[in-house]
């Protein structure tokens, strides 16, 4: 082939597939819904449900022995040989509220730490016992109550004695 020919052929082609895209069929938009008459109606809004109220901590009371109503009368002192009974009174209702007290002694070291899980509807008292293999050391301590983590309650002092 000579190269007119060439190049006569290359611009037919050109022009051929610029006259194709020029032809293109164009698309034409979608139709809109028709608009309704009438609103739909509303459903009717339900007032959502009341959160129940969260526990809290209505008292802390320390002691060595509870009566059947998990009471607990409340003393600051103890011998070495005691079980030290923390009394734990929650009011509210709630599900799976962890209720945990821990005892420190005078130099910082925790001399023990407990948790109970508790689902209440109500008052609730939720006794944490420690004792000792051994006797308490002698001293002073200090008893944190805390409600799902959160420090919760009034914190007691109590004293060991020999």
């Given at each position: 082939m000579n190269r007119k020919t060439l190049a006569y052929a290359l611009i037919v082609a050109?022009?051929?597939?610029?006259?194709?895209?020029?032809?293109?069929k164009k698309e034409e938009?979608?139709?809109?819904?028709p608009a309704a008459?009438?609103?739909a109606p509303m459903p009717e809004a339900t007032p959502p449900a009341p959160a129940p109220a969260?526990?809290?901590?209505?008292g802390v009371t320390v002691g060595t022995t509870a009566a059947a109503d998990k009471s607990v009368a409340a003393a600051t002192s103890?011998?070495?040989?005691?079980?030290?009974?923390v009394?734990?009174?929650t009011d509210g209702a709630a599900s799976n509220v962890e209720v945990g007290a821990k005892l420190t002694y005078q130099d910082g070291q925790v001399a023990g730490e407990q948790k109970q899980t508790i689902n209440t509807n109500g008052p609730e008292t939720t006794n944490i016992e420690f004792s000792n293999a051994n006797p308490w050391p002698a001293g002073k301590y200090t008893v944190d109550v805390t409600l799902n983590g959160?420090?919760?309650g009034?914190?007691?002092s109590i004293e060991v004695k020999n």
């Open positions: 050109l022009a051929g597939s610029v006259a194709l895209v020029g032809c293109k938009p979608a139709a809109a819904p008459t009438e609103p969260a526990a809290t901590v209505s103890f011998k070495s040989g005691d079980k030290i009974i009394s734990v009174k959160a420090p919760a009034t914190q007691q």
